[in-house]
């Protein structure tokens, strides 16, 4: 686990370095998420750092001991920005994680083990302001099971059209400089 936190430090760090304008593309979000085939909830985490069109999304989330499966997920998506509706975003996503299958050892499939990688392919759907919610549906090929996510995100730094800044007043025409 040490290893894949290192691993996602170095990639983060090397996109940040690489990006002048970092400063101004940073967005901080919470979601809630339910696992269609365990019937469990979770929160979650995540941090976006958007690069024109491409976002690279470290996240957390963690399903409580009330569920079925009680486990925890460290990971890494790539959203891919695929086309724009008005202010609205559809994008598809690429994710990898680590999974800490906590209650691991009350299972009765052979191949349930406390330490696991997933991968995950999905779609998504949020907006282009500032405060952005969000809604995703993706598919886990380890498990074999979907999940939906809602939540929000909240990017700094946004200005309204004219670069004049946030001000006393705020517009409706805000956007973020991530996709101007």
């Not at 995540?46 to 976002?55: M, N, T």
């Not at 993706?138 to 995100?153: A, C, H, P, Q, S």
């Amino acid at each position: 686990m040490k290893m894949f936190f290192k691993f996602t430090l170095i990639i983060v760090f090397t996109f940040l370095y690489n990006t002048n304008s970092f400063s101004q593309k940073l967005g901080v979000g919470v979601s809630a998420i339910y696992n269609f085939q365990t019937e469990s909830f979770a929160p979650g985490l995540r941090v976006e750092i958007p690069y024109k069109r491409l976002s690279i999304v470290p996240q957390v989330a963690y399903y409580p001991s009330f569920n079925k499966i009680t486990e925890y997920y460290a990971g890494l998506s790539l959203h891919l920005n695929l086309f724009y509706v008005k202010s609205w975003a559809f994008y598809c996503l690429a994710h990898g994680s680590y999974n800490a299958w906590l209650n691991h050892s009350s299972s009765t499939m052979d191949d349930a083990q406390q330490s696991n990688w997933d991968g995950e392919v999905g779609v998504g759907l949020t907006t282009r302001k500032c405060f952005r919610p969000f809604i995703e549906y993706r598919y886990n090929f380890k498990w074999k099971e979907t999940n939906l996510r809602i939540g929000v995100m909240y990017f700094f730094w946004c200005n309204n059209k004219n670069n004049k800044g946030g001000g006393k007043r705020m517009r409706k025409t805000m956007t973020c400089p991530a996709y101007d």
